[in-house]
């Protein structure tokens, strides 16, 4: 079964970068769109960025221009770049694969956005 393993959250302060990865047990082109979702403490998940296996990227306005989704062919990974960060964005971040009959998630890497 393929699996989805997120990593590289962590503490940075506020302007500080940290770059997410996402890696697939499998082939992770194969899913049909790829996403980040994040989830603060008392709060329900949200989107924060996909990208289609065209290459097609989609971001949530509250992080457009400050993040930026891509994929790494080379290490069979989706990426999320997140520069500019602030406290709000402090959350558990999760990655999402999509493609028929298959809806699947990791288990989530945690960022905190603090001085």
């Known amino acids: 079964q393929v699996q989805l393993v997120e990593s590289g959250g962590g503490l940075v302060q506020p302007g500080g970068s940290l770059r997410l990865s996402c890696a697939a047990s499998?082939?992770?082109?194969?899913?049909?769109?790829v996403g980040w979702y994040r989830q603060a403490p008392g709060k329900e998940r949200d989107f924060v960025a996909r990208?289609?296996?065209?290459?097609?990227?989609n971001y949530a306005d509250s992080v457009r221009g400050r993040f930026t989704i891509y994929r790494d062919i080379t290490k069979n990974t989706v990426n999320l770049q997140m520069n500019s960060l602030e406290p709000e964005d402090t959350a558990v971040y999760y990655c999402?694969?999509?493609?028929?009959?298959?809806?699947?998630w990791g288990e989530g890497t945690p960022v905190t956005v603090s001085p």
């Open positions: 990208i289609t296996s065209g290459g097609v990227p």
């Open positions: 999402n694969g999509l493609k028929v009959g298959i809806d699947l």
């Open positions: 499998a082939n992770i082109f194969s899913f049909n769109v």
